[in-house]
């Protein structure tokens, strides 16, 4: 099993609405979660990181957290043009010290 | 100024070449990485570093060889280039804490031809 899995294919949405992105993970023992954004061509940004079961909102980001079943997923509500981005999550690994990313979700919002 | 930079930004060189990609911080952080990416495999790690004295082997670290030179700077190498190392390096940094959150360069990409 894959340390940190993004199945899902390009994601197409129209402006304003919301983009969700999921991201499931095998070590249980991981205890921080992160989103980057990646635009084409350039380096990953930090958008969002959750350490606790639940919800966490910033701005127009919810990131999602639910420990029991392994996941977590990212909202992007009222999408912009702007968010058309590959979206990295990534997980820490226990006694590991380091970060496990997953492949990336491409979003592309539409006009 | 940016708090993680990389030179080159764009290199191009040939199969058997030495080459070597600098990453500095003024982020203050003791922890420093390097990856690479490639089209449909994600970021993989090469090395990573916790101190000046700490280096650790990652995912691909065959080929490669790093000289942390100082808390601030990082150095990867490329012994003898060949051309399934064209991608896209970079290098980045987290503090010592418990948090995990990695800053990253703005890449350099590398063409061996």
């Known amino acids: 099993q894959k340390e940190v899995e993004q199945n899902s294919g390009p994601l197409s949405v129209p402006e304003g609405a919301i983009a969700s992105l999921n991201c499931t993970y095998s070590?249980?023992?991981?205890?921080?979660f992160f989103w980057y954004r990646q635009y084409s061509g350039k380096s990953p940004e930090l958008i969002m990181f959750?350490?606790?079961?639940g919800d966490k909102e910033d701005g127009r980001f919810t990131a999602q957290l639910n420990k029991a079943s392994q996941y977590v997923s990212l909202l992007i509500r009222d999408s912009q043009p702007s968010d058309s981005a590959t979206y990295l999550c990534?997980?820490?690994?226990?006694?590991?010290?380091?970060?496990?990313f997953g492949k990336g979700n491409q979003v592309v919002v539409i006009p | 100024d940016a708090d993680v930079t990389q030179t080159p930004r764009n290199r191009i060189t040939k199969t058997g070449k030495r080459i070597m990609l600098e990453c500095s911080q003024t982020?203050?952080?003791?922890?420093m990485y390097w990856y690479r990416q490639d089209p449909g495999l994600g970021l993989r790690l090469i090395y990573y570093?916790?101190?000046?004295?700490?280096?650790n082997k990652g995912e691909i670290s065959d080929g490669y060889s790093v000289s942390r030179q100082a808390q601030a700077k990082f150095s990867l190498s490329l012994e003898s280039a060949i051309p399934n190392q064209t991608a896209l390096y970079f290098c980045?940094?987290?503090?010592?804490?418990?948090?995990?959150?990695?800053?990253f360069g703005p890449g350099t990409r590398l063409t061996v031809t």
């Open positions: 570093s916790f101190d000046v004295k700490d280096i």
């Open positions: 990534a997980v820490n690994l226990w006694g590991n010290n380091r970060l496990a």
């Open positions: 982020k203050g952080h003791d922890r």
């Open positions: 070590d249980r023992g991981s205890q921080s």
């Open positions: 959750i350490y606790s079961n």
């Open positions: 980045a940094t987290s503090s010592s804490g418990l948090s995990y959150e990695q800053y």
